[in-house]
Structures are given as structure tokens and as C-alpha cells.
């Protein structure tokens, strides 16, 4: 349970320490965020639990598939914004934006051999 807790512990300081940063400097927070500081813990924390190597390349792989439809969203958001768009709405069609991305990826992924 210990462990469990300082996980998420973990995970929290880590967000909190972005948007503090961002408070004060913007472009650095994004760099930290931009940072695959989640997925290295992500492994460190599945490769204890199951040290697996063809398990550890498989979550590696499927990690930078995934990452790539989620991208847009961060070109999407700043377009919004920018033209007027209010916050909250931008945002959640970023996030839909990504969620259709998303499925788009499993469904046509494993048609080119992604196993996803």
C-alpha cells in the first residue's frame, strides 16, 4: 500500500511542479511536461513489477505510437486560443481531437503491423 501511495504521490508532485513552473515561465514548463519523465517511471515502475524484456519493449514501442496522436492536440489547442476560442473549449476539442486520433490509431495501426 506503501508503495502504491508514494506512486501517486510522485505523479502529483510532478504536475504540481509544472504548473508552478509555468506560473512563472511558460516555456520551461512546457519543456518539463514535454519530458518523458511519466514514461521512464512508467517503466522503472512496470520493469520491478514484471521484469520482462520482450514485455518492456512492447509498452516502449506502443508508448511512442501512442504518443504521436496526441500531438496535434498541442498545435490545435494554441490555434484555438489564439483565435478566440475560450479555454475550456479548446481544450476539450483538443482532448477530442486526440480521442479520435486515437481510435484512428488502433483501428489502422495493426493493419500495417502495429502491435498496439
Not at 514501442?61 to 496526441?70: C, I, K, Q
Request: charged share 10%; aromatic share 10%; proline share 6%.
Amino acid at each position: 500500500m506503501f508503495v502504491l501511495i508514494a506512486k501517486a504521490l510522485l505523479s502529483g508532485a510532478l504536475i504540481v511542479a509544472i504548473a508552478e513552473i509555468g506560473k512563472r515561465q511558460p516555456a520551461l514548463a512546457a519543456l518539463v511536461a514535454s519530458l518523458p519523465l511519466v514514461s521512464i517511471l512508467g517503466m522503472i515502475l512496470l520493469w520491478n513489477g514484471r521484469p520482462d524484456a520482450e514485455n518492456m519493449a512492447h509498452h516502449a514501442e506502443a508508448t511512442f505510437w501512442y504518443v504521436l496522436p496526441s500531438l496535434p492536440m498541442f498545435l490545435l489547442i494554441p490555434a484555438l486560443l489564439r483565435s478566440g476560442v475560450n479555454f475550456w473549449l479548446s481544450l476539450l476539442a483538443g482532448c477530442v481531437l486526440t480521442f479520435l486520433l486515437y481510435i484512428g490509431m488502433t483501428t489502422i495501426g495493426p493493419r500495417f503491423g502495429l502491435r498496439l
